[in-house]
């Protein structure tokens, strides 16, 4: 399943998917070029592969390109909770992926640097999740708090979205088979 990731610039983006892919955390530098990662695990006795997209500092523009939100199964909402800046930045970034992702899209908003003092209110961020039908995670990229959790969602939502694709040509078959019995009955 696709997964890109949004938010504001220093909100933590790449810091997060460092923390899951290699259980490493840096400060170092900010993400430069375009970067894709690939992840599979076992989840509930499936397989799961994610492709991981990071937006490549284009945040700083608002300008990150149509392509890397098509065709995008999740996306995260990252926000620092240390910025209120950080918060209204979400904003921003959930109505882009609203916009640009042409499918439909499970998006998480992620209040990340947890370890810090927060400074957005955890009631407007609930309510704004809520409002959203996003699904509100907190973490700490570099505490590691949160970050399998957010990661094995992602993986449940994707088993079940992907049983649900299967199941829908079955019983449209199914369908068409009860129609079809009617026709040659004569009913209707």
Known sequence: GKV????????????????????????????LTADFFRK???????TVGLSIWDTAGQEKFSSV??????GAQFALIVFDVSSEQSFDSAMFWTRQVRLKSQVKTTVY????KCDLMQKV?????????????MKFFEVSAKEGTG???????????????SQHEQELPAASQEIKRIEKTKKEEGCC
């Open 4 to 31: 890109v990731i949004a938010g504001a610039a220093s909100s933590g983006k790449t810091c997060i998917i460092h923390r899951y892919i290699e259980n490493k955390f840096s400060t170092t530098q900010a993400t």
């Open 40 to 46: 599979e695990f076992v989840i509930d006795g499936k």
């Open 65 to 70: 390109s149509p392509v890397y939100f098509r």
């Open 109 to 112: 908003l992620v209040a990340n």
């Open 121 to 133: 209110d955890k009631d407007q961020v609930k309510d704004f999740a809520n409002e959203n039908q």
């Open 147 to 161: 970050i399998q959790e957010l990661f094995e969602s992602i993986g449940r939502e994707y088993v079940a979205q």
